[in-house]
């Protein structure tokens, strides 16, 4: 603190001393004026309060008198009025009551003579009760008597009021002298009270000399805080309200580089606010000499920017304190540099975002390498379908088989990954369209129903409520999350009940369609239920039995579920089975009607096709190659974009296939080259051949200029379907329908994935041996009922979508449905075809 303080300080100090002083005299004198005024009050009310008393007191003897009087009155009169006189003698008789219990006559009861007329006069109302309190006639007969009775008492009844009188006269002569003895003795406490006012005076005086030592011991504190604001590390910078500095500490002096003598009494902005910051500085001030809003005072800490001696502008942390003083108000600055800290701020911001930036690079990493994972993948696969149709022994196409199996496995985990790394990228897209509810849930059960047979399990499904069929929503991706939810049931379930519930509740134009899976297996902990929707969990204790799995199916369902806008989660009890939950916003649809899918024509080639096959990777390149080669058609191959364009613009194309990702010109950007050309080529389909393809990436290759995508791996089906829709060279061969696919290898190798190989095996023995006695059931001509034909031919459909038997399950449904329908002639027509079906799904599915 500056001298200007400490003199300001002692100056108030003695105006405090001389104050104190002042008001001891006068708050003596004040005390003095209120004691004579109390001894006078005191005295005046005890004067009248024994006058009241005594007044009080005769009043109620000389009323008991007169009430007597009239009681006797109204005996004497003629007619008697009985009401009358019971009247009377009540109200004697409260007087009487009141004589005998209140307190102001207890003098007067324990006087001998007054107590003997009471005695008489209650002997009197005694005797008389029970007459007054009779039936008229009794109270008639009586009258004499009682009149002689109150004659005789009147005599008392006067003596109690004259006794009393006279008791009460001598009272107040002893009453008179004991006021006098009490305003002595009054005048003696004042006089005490006064000297012992006298002494709190002089007890005062010496507090007051005490306080001026507190004061000045106050001084000496407040020097000894001047020297530890002095060794602050906090700069303190104190302005009046014209933002003049007052004082300036040695920290403030270090901090900003002016000597305290150069800057006090300059203005505040001049010193230290920069000169873009000032308009608002001056802007503030004013607004406070004016009592407007104090912006920053009292508002903790702010950061600001400020600026040295050097005009150097660096980082504050500021806080303002405002104090009023006799000069007016003062405003207290704390000042921290914080150079130092901002910087570590900027290198931990800088490390967050390298953070993200890894995270981020982890994820195209994955997506990358997935990418290229599957495209050797491709080739592999590829290969293996071509091999497939060569000469191959019963083991060496068992040998295929198991490879194809295991390939298409690996391409359904990378799959996953990608579906990961597209999710947590932001580029996971999800679609709505009309679906029928029922039917997707129905054929999941039926997919699900041979493994929970398998495992003696009861598979159920069920509405709560009224049914909500036609919804829009994501078929695909809600496909995925239940056949995931419900196969994890059954997968877990041994004995037991597996029930799928659905719930459909209106919320304004929003349907909130709820899901439960509820299973009675072996549950979870709290540990395993709390991360069963992380990567890569596959469970412990009552989760570590022969099962398969990655541990990315409920990961992936959370996301696909959170993609969709909704909620998934689980709750579960160890021992007691698990009960999954999804809730999904939807929209109510129209029914769709769809026509019945027909079986695609066989196809064959009119003429050889030229197709330009531009791939970067010789195996893929090879097995494109050797495909269409097989077709009868000529291929000309290009390893990259720009020798795709260069064929493209010299000669002229039937198709062409196009990869994405390549090296000196990707596929995109040759496709555009080529749309932009006026080469032979420029309007030849251009289909996009790729192993990863979104389908916001498919809207950017439709824009780019192609006509269609064919995703790795690549398979012949698909090739001739896009050689029949995008160039027009084939027809149908015969109106014969193709034969369908015997076993669908990839659901084969998720199933296979799922239940394990030892799971596998058994499941599949039981699955064989139950076809081979169904169709010897068949065989028995009591089976002809069509009626217990159609639930088996239920239930083995269902047990031949679980191992991906499309033939089979094909072949089944329609038994069903003739059965169903009453058509004995298209039963036997299906039953007659139905072993040479099982024994090409037996040799696959074994």
Known sequence: MSNRDLTYLAMKSKQRNKAGRTFAVLSGLLAFSAIIFLAFSVT???RLLGSANSDNVQWQLSQTEVEFLEFSKTLAELPVDLANVRQRFDIFYSRITTVLQATVFEELRDDEHFQTSLDAVQTFLRLSVPLIDGNDAALLA????????????RRDVRDLSNGGLDLF???????????????????????????????????????????????????????????IISSSLDGVIVIDAQGSILTFSPAAEAIFGYFAEDVVGRDLATVIVPPKLRDVHYAGMERMRNGGKKAVVGKGRVRLEALRANGELFPIEMAIHSSVTTEGEIFIAFLRDITKRVANEIELVAARDSAVAGAKLKTEFLATMSHEIRTPLNGLLGNLELMSETELTQSQSRYVRNMDTSGRLLMRHISDVLDITRYDAGKMTTKSEPMDLSVLLQDIIDSQTSMAGANQTTLSWGWDGAPQNWIKSDPDRLQHVLLNLIGNAVKFTRNGNVTLTVA????????????TISDTGPGMSADLAGRVFDDFVTGNTAYDRDVGGTGLGLSIAKRFVSAMNGQIGVESVLGSGSTFWVRLPVSAAQPVQRQPALPPPATRPIRPLQVLVVEDNEINRTVVRDMLEKGGHRVTEANDGRAGVTAALSRRFDLILMDISMPVMDGRTATRAI?????????????????????????????????GVLTKPLTKAAL???????TGAVQPATPQAAAPQVLDSEHNAETREILGESGYARMSGVFVEE??????????????????????????AGSAAVFGATALHTQL????????QGNDSAVMALRSKLPAIWKATRALVD
């Open 44 to 46: 005046k009310e005890i």
């Open 720 to 726: 001739a379907d896009v050689l029949g829709r995008h």
């Open 142 to 153: 009586a009258l004499p008597d009682l009149r002689q009775s109150s004659l005789q008492t």
């Open 813 to 820: 449904k329609e038994m069903e449905t003739a059965a169903k």
């Open 771 to 796: 076809v081979e006695q169904f169709i010897l059931w068949l065989d028995d001509p009591a089976s002809h009922d069509l009626s217990a034909l159609a639930p088996q031919c239920h239930k083995f």
């Open 675 to 707: 749309r932009r050309g006026t080469g032979p080529s420029a309007h030849t389909p251009i289909i996009a051949l790729t192993a990863n393809a979104m389908q916001e990436e498919q809207v950017n290759f439709l824009a780019d200029g192609m006509d």
């Open 504 to 515: 459909a509740q209106p919320d304004g134009d929003v349907i909130q369609l709820g899901f």
């Open 169 to 227: 006269a001598t009272a107040s002569d002893k009453q008179r002298s004991a006021v006098a003895a009490t305003m002595i003795e009054l005048a003696a406490v004042l006089a005490i009270l006064i000297g012992v006012l006298a002494v709190a005076v002089l007890y005062l005086n010496r507090l007051l000399r005490a306080l001026t030592r507190r004061e000045h011991q106050q001084h000496q504190t407040s020097t000894r805080m001047n020297a």
